[in-house]
């Protein structure tokens, strides 16, 4: 009952560097999306992907990527990271319908010196 | 846009006391309504939402939260602070698509609860 497996849990980038944050869910839900989490500033949506074959930007989706790679998966990439992006990333995935809450992931928590 | 105001980034009180945690929503349509509690170096938990029927919606380890719509609010209570309450609150708001479900959430800032002996 793993529920939302984000890897890695901690990683430290120098600037310019690039890597993809994993997230996988068992739960065969739809619905997923990244959230990045700042001191004072709650989780803000970076992309989300309603079904599989689509993702959307949300309100803070400049400096990433998405790919909803099958149903279970969905990774966030940085292609050039920069000071700013330091941050704790949240994957979560959800059911369709109105039933269903987010099951959050365990998050990330990513440097960038 | 919907948008979210949670009032007191901090909030501290006594054990036993009433813990009362500030909401308030802006959303052109009826909202669909959360709050979440993050214990450290976690993910976050769901700990009751609103969507239709009753506007005093209860929750876990006695936490309940009132919609009240005339106020555009949703503010989350419970009566006796335990010191296991101790941890950070997000209140979420999202809006109603096909046939009740709903889809990204908007998260407030967050107030961190801190519970004294």
């Known amino acids: 009952n793993a529920g939302v497996t984000q890897t890695p849990k901690f990683q430290v980038l120098k600037t310019g560097q690039s890597m993809t944050l994993q997230c996988a869910q068992d739960?065969?839900?739809?619905?997923m999306y990244w959230y990045r989490q700042d001191p004072g500033m709650g989780l803000r949506l970076i992309y989300y992907?309603?079904?599989?074959?689509?993702?959307d930007k949300g309100e803070v989706p400049n400096g990433y990527n998405v790919s909803r790679l099958n149903k279970r998966e969905f990774s966030l990439r940085l292609e050039s990271a920069a000071p700013s992006q330091t941050s704790v990333y949240f994957c979560?995935?959800?059911?369709?319908?109105?039933?269903?809450?987010?099951?959050f992931g365990s998050g990330t928590r990513l440097t960038v010196v | 846009a919907q948008s979210v105001t949670q009032l007191g980034s901090h909030v501290s009180v006594s054990e036993g006391a009433l813990v009362l945690l500030r909401c308030n929503y802006s959303?052109?349509?009826?909202?669909?309504l959360f709050w979440y509690v993050q214990y450290p170096n976690q993910g976050l938990q769901l700990l009751l939402k609103?969507?239709?029927?009753?506007?005093l919606v209860k929750g876990i380890n006695g936490f309940e939260a009132e919609f009240k719509k005339s106020e555009t609010s949703f503010h989350l209570t419970k009566p006796s602070a335990h010191m296991s309450d101790a941890a950070e609150y997000f209140c979420?708001?999202?809006?109603?698509?096909?046939?009740?479900?709903?889809?990204?959430?908007?998260f407030g800032a967050g107030t961190r609860l801190a519970v004294h002996p």
């Open positions: 979420a708001v999202s809006l109603r698509i096909d046939f009740g479900g709903y889809n990204k959430l908007i």
């Open positions: 959303s052109s349509v009826p909202p669909y």
């Open positions: 609103y969507t239709t029927g009753a506007t």
């Open positions: 992907s309603a079904s599989e074959g689509t993702t």
């Open positions: 739960m065969n839900h739809n619905s």
């Open positions: 979560a995935a959800k059911g369709t319908g109105g039933l269903y809450g987010y099951t």
